[in-house]
């Protein structure tokens, strides 16, 4: 995948994290452990950052790409244990999850 093409979906995927964090501060109710997954994403965003920085170390991106994909599924699976959780919030966090996954794909 080119080096251009890998810093855009990189830059998709850190808004889409950012999405997740703000709708969690932002929604009336979202319970404790969704919003330590997606503290945990964010935190984590600044390995990404590194492993993309230059020249492209494309084993270390994609291994902290595998671990935010874990904390992405964390993340999911605490939004599908509660019925009552803002849907922009649930959608925010599967985007965030979705993206992080199709890139990781993409870089095999």
């Known amino acids: 995948m080119q080096r251009e093409l890998v810093r855009e979906r990189l830059s998709f995927i850190e808004q889409c994290i950012d999405d997740a964090a703000l709708a969690c501060r932002e929604t009336g109710y979202a319970p404790e452990e969704l919003k330590a997954w997606v503290r945990e994403l964010d935190r984590r965003w600044a390995e990404v950052e590194a492993a993309a920085g230059h020249p492209l170390d494309a084993t270390s991106l994609r291994?902290?790409?595998?671990?935010?994909?874990?904390?992405?599924?964390?993340?999911?699976?605490?939004?599908?244990?509660?019925?009552?959780?803002?849907?922009q919030l649930r959608m925010a966090v599967h985007t965030a999850r979705q993206e992080i996954a199709a890139l990781r794909r993409q870089l095999h």
């Open 63 to 87: 291994a902290c790409l595998e671990t935010l994909e874990e904390i992405g599924d964390r993340a999911v699976e605490a939004c599908r244990e509660q019925r009552h959780i803002d849907p």
